[in-house]
């Protein structure tokens, strides 16, 4: 259910701000959006494994905030983010 060090780094370069940005609330959504996607196939396959349910409602909960953080301070980017993400509003 982890994100290849590969795959990370092609995130990070998509949506970093500067070339030294790896932790903005762009990253940390399109990473997370990753992490959701894997987690997600998994609970299809295992639908009674609780606790993975647990931390998959926990990162859809962490994502939320930091969409609604960037949708505060910055809407248009916030509809740039979801579009690149595929991610309902």
Do not use: C, W
């Not at 994100?3 to 970093?16: C, D, G, P």
């Not at 762009?26 to 998994?42: F, P």
Request: net charge positive.
């Amino acid at each position: 259910m982890t994100v290849s060090k590969e795959r990370k780094e092609e995130l990070i370069k998509a949506f970093q701000k500067s070339g030294a940005d790896s932790g903005s609330a762009d990253v940390q959504i399109a990473l997370l959006t990753e992490r959701i996607n894997s987690m997600t196939s998994h609970m299809r396959a295992a639908p009674r494994d609780y606790s993975s349910r647990r931390g998959l409602l926990r990162m859809v909960s962490k994502r939320r905030s930091l969409l609604d953080y960037v949708r505060k301070h910055d809407p248009q980017r916030y509809l740039e983010i979801i579009g690149k993400l595929n991610i309902r509003k």
